[in-house]
């Protein structure tokens, strides 16, 4: 079954710190893995998008990684701020383009 | 302006009304989608069309409709809404290209059934 499993479910840091946010799929045929921020009430925001042959993309503060032999990706934050408080959503999406598989997110606090 | 916008942006109704959301976008783009997202859960595709004759039932389509007026314009209709169809709705727009293109998404629309 495809799946895309996120850790940790929740997250609290303080300002000016940094963190890493997993994500663990299952999908095949694979074909892309893309990072989204999602902002309470709002729609998601695309942060990321890597291909199989890409290892990691950076959005800014944003780093992304992909391991596809071991099917395990990661966004890393680096000096958080207040405005990264939001969800960050991963999502794997397989070779045909019509299955994207949405995880449940990991919500992300930061306090000053 | 957005480049996609969503009305209503709020509903509440009652059990058995029939509903429908619409979705328009200025992008371009030929792909459109409409997601549910429910508390705790990730988002879930109910349908998607790559073009104005194509529509496709994603993994929940049971309950749910949908019409695609112009490449523009995609609408979802529920034709008898029920409780459980309580979610936060998205659409979500994105290109063909042979490269994976951003997937654009609406504001959302926050519906209750009652």
């Known amino acids: 079954k495809n799946q895309v499993e996120q850790s940790p479910q929740s997250l609290i840091i303080l300002e000016g710190k940094n963190c890493t946010l997993q994500?663990?799929?299952?999908?095949?045929?694979?074909?892309?893995l893309r990072w989204y921020k999602q902002d309470t009430g709002r729609g998601p925001v695309s942060l990321t998008i890597?291909?199989?042959?890409?290892n990691t993309k950076s959005n800014g503060r944003y780093t992304a990684t992909l391991d596809a032999d071991t099917k395990q990706s990661s966004l890393h934050i680096t000096a958080s701020q207040l405005s990264d408080s939001a969800s960050y959503i991963c999502v794997v999406s397989n070779q045909a383009g019509t299955a994207l598989i949405f995880g449940k997110g990991t919500t992300l606090s930061v306090s000053s | 302006d957005a480049d996609v916008t969503q009305t209503p942006r709020n509903r509440i109704t009652k059990t058995g009304k029939r509903i429908m959301l619409e979705c328009s976008q200025t992008k371009g783009h030929d792909r459109m989608y409409w997601y549910r997202q429910d508390p705790g859960l990730g988002l879930r595709l109910i349908y998607y069309s790559f073009d104005v004759k194509d529509i496709n039932k994603g993994e929940i389509s049971d309950g749910y409709s949908v019409s695609r007026q112009a490449q523009a314009k995609f609408s979802l209709s529920l034709e008898s809404a029920i409780p459980n169809q309580t979610a936060l709705y998205f659409c979500?727009?994105?290109?063909?290209?042979?490269?994976?293109?951003?997937?654009?998404f609406g504001p959302g629309t926050r519906l209750t059934v009652l």
């Open positions: 979500a727009t994105t290109t063909s290209g042979g490269a994976p293109d951003t997937q654009y």
């Open positions: 890597m291909t199989f042959s890409e």
């Open positions: 994500c663990n799929y299952t999908v095949s045929p694979f074909s892309n």
